[in-house]
């Protein structure tokens, strides 16, 4: 990217599964006086000791901070941060990324709707001829929790397909694309009748157990649950007692509180739940390249950074 001008030398830091690929993405768009390095456990002390500028995902972050004494911005690759949220150092600025993840998971969700209320799941499946008339989504409700910029493209590219779509959010404040948001203190009426709930709420203290049995109750009878978001928004034992006494038809659940799910685990042989990996919103390096790239030109120039996460807040 010829038009980052850096006169001064900057260190770069990546740390990632996928550090190589970032790092051999960056250097040949970068002048000279940038210095990009993979960091991990093994990286020397005095490697991380001048880097300013840390790229990467925020489990393998965290462990470096301690090591990083002049670090100023840190750019996330991942939509959720709670591991930086969790630990203390504030002394520097967080980036998130945004205007990627949103229609990856709208196709989850429009996806797995279409997979269940469709049947298509059940054809495949099938060995012999076995019709069955399904209504699809046309005449159904959709209720999506969290309303920030991945909750209302999901809410942008489903509207078509469903006859309402509404949202859960702090304060009820309207977004765009959503018939109608509801505040968190809401919650119930927000459930109320939904055919289809999908969860994409971050990880914070204000969204920790917000769907439970009172909410999963008021659902409309065999409503399909998604939870593409964070495992903290969803209390886990009261959505397999909804599945398990059928007031849910079906579950899809991309998070849990550890990840991976161990293999012995009975709910992977649980009917009606499917579990899909944390694989809902893909990370596109890419994408995010050039996420980092567009605001290591602001960072040079002195301008303000896109993407900015409160520390305090979580998002």
Same mark, same amino acid.
């Given at each position: 990217?010829?038009?980052?001008?850096?006169?001064?030398?900057?260190?770069?830091?990546?740390?990632?599964?996928?550090?190589?690929? @970032?790092?051999?993405?960056?250097?040949?768009?970068?002048?000279?006086?940038?210095?990009?390095? *993979?960091?991990?456990?093994?990286? /020397?002390?005095? !490697?991380?000791?001048?880097?300013?500028?840390?790229?990467?995902?925020?489990?393998?972050?965290?462990?470096?901070?301690?090591?990083?004494?002049?670090?100023?911005?840190?750019?996330?690759?991942? #939509?959720?941060?709670?591991?930086?949220? +969790?630990?203390?150092?504030?002394?520097?600025?967080?980036?998130?990324?945004?205007?990627?993840?949103?229609?990856?998971?709208?196709?989850?969700? @429009?996806?797995?709707?279409? %997979?269940?209320?469709?049947?298509?799941?059940?054809?495949? !499946?099938?060995?012999?001829?076995?019709?069955?008339?399904?209504?699809?989504?046309?005449? @159904?409700?959709?209720?999506?929790?969290?309303?920030?910029?991945?909750?209302?493209?999901?809410?942008?590219?489903? !509207? /078509?397909?469903?006859?309402?779509?509404? $949202?859960?959010?702090?304060? $009820?404040?309207?977004? *765009?694309?959503?018939?109608?948001?509801?505040?968190?203190?809401?919650?119930?009426?927000?459930?109320?009748?939904?055919?289809?709930? %999908?969860?994409?709420?971050?990880?914070?203290?204000?969204?920790? $157990?917000?769907?439970?049995?009172? =909410?999963?109750?008021?659902?409309?009878?065999? +409503?399909?649950?998604?939870?593409?978001?964070? +495992?903290?928004?969803?209390?886990?034992?009261?959505?397999?007692? #909804?599945?398990?006494?059928?007031?849910?038809?079906?579950?899809?659940?991309?998070?849990?509180?550890?990840?991976?799910?161990?293999? *012995?685990?009975? =709910?992977?042989?649980?009917?009606?739940?499917?579990?899909?990996?944390?694989?809902? %919103?893909?990370?596109?390096?890419? +994408?995010?390249?050039? =996420?980092?790239? #567009?605001?290591?030109?602001?960072?040079?120039?002195?301008?303000?950074?896109?993407?900015?996460?409160?520390? *305090?807040?979580?998002?």
């Amino acid at each position: 990217m010829s038009s980052i001008k850096r006169q001064e030398p900057l260190g770069i830091a990546v740390a990632s599964d996928y550090a190589a690929q @970032l790092r051999d993405a960056l250097v040949p768009l970068l002048p000279d006086s940038i210095d990009v390095i *993979e960091a991990g456990a093994a990286t /020397p002390d005095a !490697a991380l000791s001048e880097v300013e500028v840390l790229f990467g995902a925020p489990d393998r972050i965290v462990a470096l901070l301690p090591r990083l004494p002049a670090l100023r911005w840190v750019q996330s690759t991942w #939509a959720g941060i709670t591991p930086l949220v +969790a630990q203390p150092r504030r002394d520097f600025q967080l980036t998130g990324v945004k205007g990627i993840f949103g229609a990856y998971m709208a196709e989850y969700v @429009l996806g797995w709707s279409l %997979a269940l209320r469709r049947s298509i799941l059940h054809y495949a !499946a099938s060995t012999h001829w076995d019709f069955r008339r399904d209504d699809g989504l046309a005449g @159904l409700r959709l209720g999506i929790a969290g309303t920030g910029s991945i909750g209302a493209e999901v809410a942008r590219r489903c !509207a /078509p397909f469903f006859s309402e779509v509404v $949202g859960l959010n702090s304060d $009820g404040r309207r977004v *765009e694309g959503f018939a109608r948001c509801y505040g968190t203190g809401e919650r119930l009426a927000f459930g109320a009748g939904l055919d289809v709930l %999908a969860l994409v709420l971050p990880d914070t203290p204000g969204t920790d $157990g917000l769907v439970d049995a009172a =909410l999963l109750d008021g659902l409309a009878s065999g +409503a399909i649950l998604i939870n593409g978001g964070r +495992a903290n928004a969803l209390v886990l034992d009261d959505a397999l007692s #909804a599945l398990e006494g059928n007031r849910l038809s079906a579950m899809v659940l991309d998070v849990f509180d550890e990840e991976p799910l161990a293999r *012995e685990s009975p =709910l992977w042989r649980l009917p009606g739940l499917y579990i899909t990996s944390h694989s809902a %919103a893909p990370t596109s390096l890419d +994408a995010v390249t050039k =996420l980092f790239l #567009a605001n290591l030109q602001r960072y040079c120039s002195g301008s303000e950074l896109e993407g900015v996460i409160d520390l *305090e807040r979580g998002y």
